[in-house]
């Protein structure tokens, strides 16, 4: 194969990886947008998003994970709610919340047709910059 040739396949070859490349951040970014206009999941105070997408399979943030409980996660969104009791009726009318809204952020993204499978992955930015809001809050 000559150089020109040579040539003319790898540009080819990277102009496509760019394309898919640019194709998969348009698929996010209209996935996240169907999540921003459904009023339940963006009217709760934590705004599950698209992550990324592999193959057929959306990967969405979440407060919960094996590692982070869900009081946990409810304690980040309403900082009130550390002072109560573990028994108390908030808790569990919270975590019921929780729960719909996440299910909902997943019903949205697949009612999209663009995905088949939702992947929950922890939230890890959001709960670094909620420590440094924390942090910077008391510190003024």
Same mark, same amino acid.
């Given at each position: 194969?000559?150089?020109?040739?040579?040539?003319?396949? #790898? &540009?080819?070859? !990277? !102009? /496509?990886?760019?394309? *898919?490349?640019?194709?998969?951040?348009?698929? %996010?970014?209209?996935?996240? @947008?169907?999540?921003?206009?459904?009023?339940?999941?963006?009217? $709760?105070? $934590?705004?599950?998003?698209?992550?990324?997408?592999?193959?057929?399979? =959306?990967?969405?943030?979440? /407060?919960?994970?094996?590692?982070?409980?869900?009081? +946990?996660?409810?304690? !980040? %969104?309403?900082?009130? &709610?550390?002072?109560? @009791?573990?028994?108390?009726?908030? *808790?569990?009318? @919270?975590? +019921?919340?929780?729960?719909? #809204?996440? @299910? +909902?952020?997943?019903?949205?993204?697949? =009612?999209?047709?663009? %995905?088949?499978?939702?992947? *929950?992955?922890?939230?890890?930015? *959001? $709960?670094?910059?909620?420590?440094?809001? =924390?942090? $910077?809050?008391?510190?003024?």
């Amino acid at each position: 194969m000559s150089d020109k040739k040579q040539f003319i396949t #790898v &540009m080819i070859v !990277a !102009a /496509l990886f760019v394309g *898919w490349i640019g194709w998969r951040g348009f698929e %996010v970014i209209s996935l996240n @947008a169907e999540l921003k206009s459904d009023q339940i999941v963006s009217s $709760y105070p $934590y705004h599950h998003r698209v992550l990324r997408v592999e193959g057929d399979t =959306a990967i969405i943030s979440s /407060l919960r994970s094996h590692t982070v409980s869900t009081q +946990r996660a409810l304690i !980040a %969104v309403f900082p009130g &709610m550390r002072h109560l @009791a573990d028994t108390n009726r908030e *808790w569990q009318k @919270a975590e +019921r919340e929780l729960a719909q #809204v996440q @299910a +909902r952020a997943g019903d949205v993204v697949l =009612a999209s047709g663009r %995905v088949n499978r939702i992947r *929950w992955e922890l939230d890890e930015n *959001w $709960y670094h910059l909620q420590t440094m809001k =924390a942090r $910077y809050d008391t510190a003024l």
